[in-house]
């Protein structure tokens, strides 16, 4: 098990409190919408719903807790960049939640003191007469809360986005995301739409009932609101907190600003440690710049899909100084180089901060038409046991060159269609068609075995349908058609592969090519089946009465044990 250090501990800390905030700001802001239909609806759901997870000690202790340190660790992960060349995207995520802590200081300061030091009661009744008792201050209030929505909300998108993209290249299971990405984003700029909405909606109301009121001669209905969820004895510090915001705030991010200028500043005059890369070019740091930040300093090409996350291995570098002055690998870079299964001398750009000087090879080509790929995960691959079917049928150009050509796309949708049926059936997922041939991929389960049975009951059951089929084809064209299945296992490379818009999840790798030859071998022994004899044991397969046939594949030192089936229909598991 590999130890934490103290980034990869950071880096964890900032994605659960993110997670937790995000929640938290989904659920406040789906609460907003509800005052499409009523302010009192919007007060009905927070106090039944939304209060009950966030009002008690835990929820609030986990709310506060995130807020103070995602707030701590975004800023400090801002102080400590040595370099501010990055993607828009990258931008945005910085400036945003710095604009939007403007109005959200404010806010919670407000709510704190209202529900946590007083007992008063912060409702959106209470919000929107706040904002209509200020008339004054209507228009930038109602901006501000609204860009304070959007902002928030778009920051936490574009965290979540890469999150799940990267955990999309661990885990199958996130890859429903990589699936479903148009439908999501749709989901990311309805979302917040119904929420401002709603807000502006809330805000009319209140409106026009401050109107209704008026001409019942209850001319100070805004204050007796105020005055209803607010403790007198509150009133003198809740009027502070705007003043003490908008005096500091800004004192506050002048002097961020000044440690960045003063962080930047140390490299171009102060930087004594050299990176030397091939072309004789050189860049000269200071302790804590990681080589990606000096490549960007140095207008330097490097590949860095991830943005330097540590989340992908295209910065990857070859260090070719002398690597006992060179610090030891991160956690998170420990994971990733295990995890791409990279030689010893590979290190990830994004995170090797060197002491010493230092000669490196960045490894990707900076002008690779891969960086035009989409996703991360595009990428990524990852070695996997995988168990792979072929299945390809037998003299099929003969019968091509004996049909008319519409009688030949029938039949091979036909084909396409009972193989298909079954494949998926048992858990399997089908990888290409190539001319008459199927390629499917069985890798659900995290167990080889029961994705070994599930292929090998594959095979049993195309068998028998295939049968039906000769039956039909017959009937209607006096033809019949043969096939041939072949079934292996083991490592495997899996991953998004293609180009442009056809991407698709696949492997590749020695035993994709083995499975193709156990296929071919099935015209050689006149069978329908050829299974390896590794997934026969695996898949748990009745082979007493079975004899092993040992083959030559082309490319293997070894020769590979193999059981063949006359008929796929008479294998028994």
């Known amino acids: 098990m590999i130890k934490e250090d103290l980034s990869s501990l950071i880096t964890r800390l900032r994605i659960i409190t993110g997670l937790i905030l995000f929640v938290y700001v989904f659920m406040h802001l789906l609460n907003h919408s509800f005052n499409l239909i009523s302010i009192e609806s919007a007060d009905f759901v927070r106090k039944e719903f939304f209060s009950i997870i966030w009002q008690n000690p835990i929820g609030i202790f986990a709310l506060y807790f995130s807020l103070i340190v995602h707030m701590f660790l975004g800023f400090y992960a801002i102080i400590i960049k040595k370099t501010f060349k990055l993607k828009m995207k990258d931008w945005i995520q910085i400036i945003f939640p710095v604009l939007a802590l403007i109005m959200l200081l404010q806010h919670v300061a407000v709510s704190f003191i209202i529900t946590k030091i007083f007992p008063g009661e912060e409702t959106y009744e209470l919000i929107f007469a706040a904002i209509h008792a200020a008339p004054d201050e209507y228009l930038s209030n109602t901006l501000l809360f609204t860009f304070m929505t959007i902002f928030i909300w778009f920051h936490g998108v574009i965290g979540i986005d890469s999150y799940v993209k990267h955990k999309s290249s661990q885990n199958k299971k996130f890859l429903i995301y990589l699936r479903f990405l148009p439908i999501f984003k749709i989901f990311y700029w309805i979302f917040p739409t119904f929420s401002v909405l709603g807000f502006l909606v809330g805000l009319k109301e209140m ?161 690779s038409t891969v960086q035009n790929l989409k996703n991360l995960f595009n990428l990524t691959g990852k070695e996997q046991e995988t168990v792979i079917l072929f299945i390809d049928l037998r003299d099929f150009t003969k019968l091509s060159e004996t049909s008319l050509p519409y009688d030949v796309v029938y039949i091979l949708n036909k084909y396409y269609a009972a193989c298909g049926e079954v494949i998926e059936k048992n858990n399997g997922r089908l990888d290409k068609f190539i001319g008459d041939g199927i390629m499917a991929i069985f890798d659900k389960s995290n167990s080889i075995n029961i994705n070994s049975k599930n292929a090998v009951l594959s095979a049993n059951e195309i068998s028998l349908k295939m049968k039906e089929l000769n039956k039909e084809i017959d009937s209607e064209f006096s033809k019949k058609i043969k096939f041939g299945i072949g079934i292996h296992a083991g490592n495997t490379i899996v991953g998004m592969m293609g180009y442009g818009n056809n991407v698709s999840e696949t492997v590749v790798g020695d035993n994709v090519n083995i499975a193709s030859r156990l296929e071919s071998l099935s015209k050689k022994f006149e069978c329908e089946l050829v299974i390896s004899k590794y997934v026969a044991n695996k898949a748990n397969m009745n082979t007493i009465e079975l004899q092993p046939k040992k083959v030559k594949i082309r490319g293997r030192k070894d020769r590979l044990e193999i059981f063949t089936f006359n008929k796929g229909s008479e294998v028994i598991l």
């Not at 915001?245 to 171009?268: A, C, E, R, T």
């Open 207 to 367: 409106s026009f009932i401050t109107q209704i009121k008026a001409l019942e001669n209850i001319d100070k209905f805004l204050f007796s609101v105020l005055n209803k969820y607010i403790p007198q004895d509150a009133f003198p510090f809740v009027f502070q907190v705007k003043p003490l915001v908008m005096n500091y705030y800004p004192i506050f991010i002048l002097i961020i600003l000044i440690l960045i200028l003063w962080s930047v500043f140390k490299i171009k005059f102060f930087g004594k440690i050299e990176v030397k890369y091939p072309g004789d070019k050189s860049v000269f740091i200071t302790n804590g710049t990681t080589i990606l930040e000096a490549s960007k300093i140095g207008n330097i090409s490097h590949q860095a899909i991830c943005g330097g996350r540590g989340r992908c291995t295209t910065c990857r570098i070859k260090v070719v100084s002398d690597k006992n002055d060179v610090s030891k690998p991160n956690v998170n870079e420990i994971k990733a180089i295990e995890r791409a299964g990279l030689d010893d001398g590979i290190r990830l750009a994004c995170q090797l901060r060197p002491t010493n000087n230092i000669s490196v090879i960045p490894l990707l080509n900076p002008n």
